[in-house]
């Protein structure tokens, strides 16, 4: 079974500065797609970030960036000038190419200090 | 309105009591699933399903039951509660094949078993 493990329970930045948040996966198959979700205080989840792993390019979405290595299986999310707004748990999350079930890390919560 | 709606958004319930959490979607999606998050465990996965009429249970289905009355509603049961089902409960969905296969989330429920 594919396993997602995100090694740090807590994370701090300071505002404008940048982050960055690991995430490693176990898995077998080659082709699959990495996500990265962000939930605010509010609790509703929201995509902030994909990766298809048939593409070499890093994703890009704005200030969020991801830094994928297939063969280390490492995807880290890179949060650059961060804001306030940015301060959430987010969620490295992996998908099989063969199967619609998301596994979820254990979230990382990350905080903005001003 | 929210594309993924839960009722209830919170309930506090007692040991034993029977509950139904309820999900309906707007967004034409076939793929619907229910999740289950814990402090410190992330989400974990409880039950899915792919169209009316193929259900599938999750890592932690035990305790729980669903039922998909129709492509866009999804309910989710647990029919004697107990305080270990304490949890944020989400649904969520999908779209078919072709897709990433990213989720879209409702609120979520938050149950509370005393």
């Known amino acids: 079974a594919q396993t997602v493990t995100q090694s740090q329970p807590e994370m701090s930045v300071q505002e404008a500065e940048t982050v960055t948040l690991s995430c490693t996966y176990d898995?077998?198959?080659?082709?699959?797609?990495l996500f990265w979700y962000k939930q605010p205080p509010s609790r509703q989840m929201i995509l902030v970030i994909r990766?298809?792993?048939?593409?070499?390019q890093n994703a890009t979405e704005n200030r969020f960036s991801v830094n994928f290595q297939k063969a280390a299986k490492s995807f880290s999310l890179k949060i650059s000038d961060s804001q306030l707004g940015d301060a959430a748990m987010y969620f490295c999350?992996?998908?099989?190419?063969?199967?619609?079930?998301?596994?979820f890390g254990k979230g990382t919560l990350l905080t903005v200090n001003p | 309105d929210a594309d993924v709606t839960q009722t209830p958004r919170n309930r506090i319930t007692k040991t034993g009591k029977r509950i139904m959490l309820e999900c309906s979607q707007t967004?034409?999606?076939?793929?619907m699933y229910w999740y289950r998050q814990d402090p410190g465990l992330g989400l974990r996965l409880i039950y899915y399903?792919?169209?009316?009429?193929?259900?599938n249970k999750g890592e932690i289905s035990d305790g729980y039951s669903v039922s998909r009355q129709a492509q866009a509603k999804f309910s989710l049961s647990l029919e004697s509660a107990i305080p270990n089902q304490t949890a944020l409960y989400f649904c969520?969905?999908?779209?078919?094949?072709?897709?990433?296969?990213?989720?879209?989330f409702g609120e979520g429920s938050r149950l509370t078993v005393l």
């Open positions: 969520a969905t999908s779209p078919g094949q072709g897709h990433p296969g990213e989720l879209f």
């Open positions: 898995t077998s198959e080659s082709d699959y797609y």
């Open positions: 990766q298809e792993a048939y593409k070499q």
């Open positions: 999350a992996y998908r099989g190419g063969s199967n619609y079930k998301l596994t």
């Open positions: 967004k034409g999606h076939d793929r």
């Open positions: 399903s792919f169209d009316v009429k193929d259900i």
